[in-house]
């Protein structure tokens, strides 16, 4: 069912050169549908709650 079940995932890589960022994705299961999907500097507990707030 949709909204049951979310996946994120986080993957560093160097999407510009020289600049190191962490792509941080939220998607559903069910359909997936991107919910969120943002570079932060470094994935942790802040990147992870920022989806839902």
């Known amino acids: 069912m ?14 510009v050169p020289d600049q190191w960022w962490d792509l941080i994705v939220t998607m559903d299961d069910a359909n997936s549908r991107v919910y969120s999907a943002f570079f932060v500097s470094e994935e ?10």
Do not use: A, N, R
């Open 44 to 53: 942790g507990t802040m990147s992870s709650f920022s989806m839902i707030y």
């Open 2 to 15: 949709v909204g049951m079940m979310l996946h994120q995932d986080g993957s560093s890589h160097e999407w």
